[in-house]
Antibody
Framework: QVRLVESGGGVVQPGRSLRLSCAAS????????MHWVRQAPGKGLEWVAV????????LYTDSVKGRFTVSRDNSKNTVYLQMNGLRVEDTALYYC??????????WGQGTLVTVSS | EIVMTQSPAALSASPGERVTLACRAS??????LAWYQQKPGRAPRLLIY???TRAAGIPSRFSGRGSGTEFTLTISSLQSEDCALYYC????????FGQGTKVEIK
């Protein structure tokens, strides 16, 4: 079955960096675009970034442009989110999700990022 | 950015009751609209895509309607396990979510 497992979250000071990973299994990873989406504590869902199936195109929400970079390694069935210049407002549970072209049909369990001094 | 607005913010209904959640887009998204259910401590789950198509394994009591800017999600007979937050999402231009509707059981 499809499985997405995020890792790499933690507590970090403002301005520092963190890299999240999302390991995929149970499907042909290299044929799906992948998204990162976040949810601040007690808040709603916010799309963060997407990477095309082949890694050749990426898009970002405005608030993370220039700070976050999404990448993937199809040989390792893994998508990454490099987060630099972290801000307090980046504190959230970060999910990866598979893009089924009509909706996101599989999500990981999330990894928590806390930015605090 | 396409802004998605959901109403009501919360509702409470009795088991077996029919409930309808609304979602409005700030501009037309055609039928590029999905609904997700999120239970506490869990990841969201895809319920509906293409505004009206149930995702795999979703019970038939869930149905979606609409196109353009106005959409609804209906639960025909509310069950206790349907207590959750429900989000609409447009994927017509980029991706944006509504703020969610919390469904509770009386």
């Amino acid at each position: 079955q499809v499985r997405l497992v995020e890792s790499g979250g933690g507590v970090v000071q403002p301005g520092r960096s963190l890299r999240l990973s999302c390991a995929a299994s149970g499907f042909t990873f290299s044929t799906f675009a992948m998204h990162w989406v976040r949810q601040a504590p007690g808040k709603g869902l916010e799309w963060v970034a997407v990477i095309a199936y082949d890694g050749n195109n990426q898009l970002y929400t405005d608030s993370v442009k220039g700070r976050f970079t999404v990448s993937r390694d199809n040989s390792k069935n893994t998508v990454y989110l490099q987060m630099n210049g972290l801000r307090v407002e980046d504190t959230a549970l970060y999910y990866c999700a598979r893009d089924a072209k009509q909706g996101w049909d599989n999500w990981g369990q999330g990894t928590l990022v806390t930015v605090s001094s | 950015e396409i802004v998605m607005t959901q109403s009501p913010a919360a509702l409470s209904a009795s088991p077996g009751e029919r409930v309808t959640l609304a979602c409005r887009a700030s501009q037309s998204v055609r039928t590029n609209l999905a609904w997700y259910q999120q239970k506490p401590g869990r990841a969201p789950r895809l319920l509906i895509y293409g505004a009206s198509t149930r995702a795999a394994g979703i019970p038939s009591r869930f149905s979606g309607r609409g196109s353009g800017t106005e959409f609804t999600l209906t639960i025909s007979s509310l069950q206790s396990e349907d207590c959750a937050l429900y989000y609409c999402q447009q994927y017509h231009k980029s991706w944006t979510f509504g703020q969610g509707t919390k469904v509770e059981i009386k």
